[in-house]
């Protein structure tokens, strides 16, 4: 089975500070991780995804993200926030050996930037 | 077309009627998922349609829910006899195949049932 956590339902960050945003992932083999963020009346859209290789994963607008197969951790981060990130963050996992079809999502993280 | 499309953007109905829910996925993309979101909860697999394989159903919450994919194109999701706790947003998304590729995401339709 697969799961995906994330512990924080919001997190708040002041502009120009490093943000963070965690997630912990269940699966029973090796993983696709994901994150996607949906900003306000709008669709979702992906942000980056790790695959294979170097566990530090870049992606759009300036986020990166760090596989830690040990923590089997998947945290989002950026150095410098801004107002504009704010929105709902989701993390996403899909297990690669069995194929499951299901990129299964955790609850989402808000975050919200404080100008 | 450029994008995931899905229609009606925002549907309310009654209590006991059918809705049937549209998407236009991107051109090309063989595999087609349906989510749904609930208000303060994450996203909830539905359904997956990859190619002409036989779709995985196995997100459907009951036989009231089901779905069909025409031609490797379109798909409407169609909700039977729809009950108060049906309301939510459903999101369709598309991608290419194999399940390394991104998802792109239609805006939703947001269901209201009364």
């Known amino acids: 089975a697969q799961s995906v956590a994330q512990p924080e339902d919001q997190v708040n960050v002041a502009e120009g500070n490093p943000l963070t945003v965690k997630c912990t992932y269940s699966?029973?083999?090796?993983?696709?991780l994901f994150w996607y963020v949906q900003y306000p009346n709008r669709g979702l859209q992906f942000l980056l995804k790790?695959?294979?290789?170097?566990?530090l994963v870049k992606g759009s607008y300036g986020f990166e993200a760090e596989f830690n197969k040990s923590q089997t951790s998947f945290h989002l981060k950026k150095p410098s926030a801004l107002v504009s990130d704010s929105a709902l963050y989701f993390c996403a996992v899909r297990d690669r050996i069995t194929g499951a079809n299901n990129l299964f999502f955790g609850t989402g993280t808000r975050l919200t930037v404080i100008p | 077309g450029a994008g995931v499309s899905q229609s009606p953007s925002n549907k309310v109905t009654e209590k006991g009627k059918d809705v049937e829910l549209r998407c236009d996925p991107i051109?090309?993309?063989?595999?087609l998922y349906w989510y749904r979101q609930s208000l303060g909860q994450g996203l909830e697999f539905l359904i997956y349609?990859?190619?002409?394989?036989?779709?995985?159903k196995s997100g459907l919450p009951s036989d009231r829910f089901s779905a069909e994919r025409t031609g490797g194109s379109v798909s409407t999701l169609t909700i039977q006899r729809t009950q108060q706790e049906d309301s939510a947003v459903y999101l369709c998304a598309s991608s290419e195949r194999g399940t390394s590729e991104k998802l792109f995401f239609g805006s939703g339709t947001q269901l209201s049932v009364l």
């Open positions: 790790y695959i294979t290789g170097d566990n």
């Open positions: 699966v029973s083999g090796n993983p696709y």
């Open positions: 051109s090309g993309h063989t595999a």
């Open positions: 349609f990859q190619g002409n394989s036989a779709p995985d």
